[in-house]
T-cell receptor, first 116, second 113 residues
């Protein structure tokens, strides 16, 4: 089966610029997650969608980060304006349906963001 | 909210020896505990998981144990091989946390040939 697709693979921007990441989950997966992974740390959950609704965005810095999942499929994560501390790998993951004990996460390859 | 602590942060073993990584979680409502392996520059991939109604699960050289009373779980790798070298993450999720999967900080495992 096709995996979770993410683009771009790498992005280099200057601070205060804007950037957007795209994710296409595995077909049929109801739940989509965006994680931020800073070098040497574990993935930190930014936002979780169930279909096209937000389940949790408590760790999303809403003054600069936004995310949407239109039609319950693809999702975009945007940072505007970017700060140096946003440099990280942004991982998108999907799962079939954690509410039905299908919690296994499938990760995309990630987008490595460098803010200069 | 849920918090997952993982130890040690770095582990170095000789090929053929066993490796043990330990995690504790804070939310007693957590009921699903996966372990992910992340090789350098690659995505995390699930290697084994355990649910709260089971105390132990084994898959070839890897096993996971869960102590719900103490709220800790462990990953055991036996007969380690150089290709086991990677970063391992424990995680926890459950109804109480809205089915969020919260990760530990990771353990970098080095297997010396």
């Amino acid at each position: 089966e096709a995996g979770v697709a993410q683009s771009p693979r790498y992005k280099i921007i200057e601070k205060r610029q804007s950037v957007a990441f795209w994710c296409n989950p595995i077909s049929g997966h109801a739940t989509l997650y965006w994680y931020q992974q800073i070098l040497g740390q574990g993935p930190k959950l930014l936002i979780q969608f169930q279909n096209n609704g937000v389940v949790d965005d408590s760790q999303l810095p809403k003054d600069r980060f936004s995310a949407e999942r239109l039609k319950g499929v693809d999702s975009t994560l945007k940072i505007q304006p970017a700060k140096l501390e946003d440099s990280a790998v942004y991982l998108c993951a999907s799962s079939l349906n954690p509410r039905a004990t299908n919690e296994k996460l499938f990760f995309g390859s990630g987008t490595q963001l460098s803010v200069l | 909210g849920e918090n997952v602590e993982q130890h040690p942060s770095t582990l170095s073993v000789q090929e053929g020896d066993s490796a043990v990584i330990k995690c504790t979680y804070s939310d007693s409502a957590s009921n699903y505990f996966p372990w992910y392996k992340q090789e350098l520059g690659k995505r995390p991939q699930l290697i084994i998981d355990i649910r709260s109604n089971v105390g132990e699960k084994k898959d070839q050289r890897i096993a996971v144990t869960l102590n719900k009373t103490a709220k800790h779980f462990s990953l055991h790798i036996t007969e380690t091989q150089p290709e086991d070298s990677a970063v391992y993450f424990c995680a926890a999720s459950g109804f109480g946390g809205g089915f969020k999967t919260i990760f530990g900080a990771g353990t970098r495992l080095f297997v010396k040939a």
